[in-house]
């Protein structure tokens, strides 16, 4: 394996075309740099300079390895200022996951203030469940992740902390004809007749299950849908009606309306999750998204 000390040693030979002066600039002893080169030139298998009545200069095999070497020191070199940039929080890769509706309008605005305010910060962002994105944080593939106690808890993760970034209450998606359209408030009971667009019901407990029992009934027609953009497509089409988190309330069309419902335990809580020992700019982002929450939460009934 090629030293990185010999490699810059050669480099320095060269630049200078002396032993002495090669010496000088590093602080190094005639002898020792004479030492180095010749355990270098064994390593290389024969001469990398040719010794000169004043001074040296490359051999072939030496020009070979000079240029191999001005390669490495110089990637080396940029490696070290980006680790600088990266642990002082100014800049570098951040690779941000979030839960659908997050990816709505939260993370979005979040990541637009980031680039505003650190724009040397370059930003991966992906979508994908909860539990997915907490294995990718334990895995070290992702630096930070907003996730959901929605629909059955929040994962356990070690090395993992989740600070909780909002409480988002879950809304009725109503199509605009519907009988309770205008109304202030829906008690669930009011809906114990409709069809319920839910991209999961009965293969474990729900908060629209556990809400409906509440309520004294057991939705008798759910429609497995899982995409938000299938929901919205149903309901709109007054085949169904669905619960609608407040933070996907920008991405309801115009077809529907959104009603809070009486029961307050339809809610869930948003967490922003960082491994324990976070990168400077996970922090920073952990920050904005703490500060423009409230911006992104809250009930909202377009029309």
Known sequence: MWENESLRLLVTVAETGSFTRAAARLNYTQSAVSRRIAALEARAGGPLLERLPRGVRLTPAGRVLHRHAVEVLDR????????????????GPLHAGAFP????????????????????????????????????????????????DYPYGLPSAEGITTTVLCEDELLVALPRRHPLAGADAVELYELRDETWIQ????????????ACARAGFTPERVMRIAGWAGKFGYAAAGLGVALVPSLAARAVPAELVLRPLTDPALRRTVHVALPDTPLPAALALREVLLGTVAEHVGPRSPG
């Open 199 to 210: 991209n999961a019901y009965g293969d474990r407990p729900t908060m629209l299950a556990d």
């Open 76 to 91: 080396l070199a940029r490696a070290e200022r980006d680790l600088g940039v990266l642990h002082a929080g100014h800049g």
């Open 101 to 148: 509706t997050a990816g709505i309008a939260l993370l979005p605005a979040a990541l637009r203030a980031l680039r505003d305010a650190r724009p040397g910060i370059e930003v991966a962002a992906v979508e994908s469940p909860t539990d997915t994105l907490m294995r990718r944080l334990t895995g070290g593939t992702l630096d930070l992740a907003v996730v959901s």
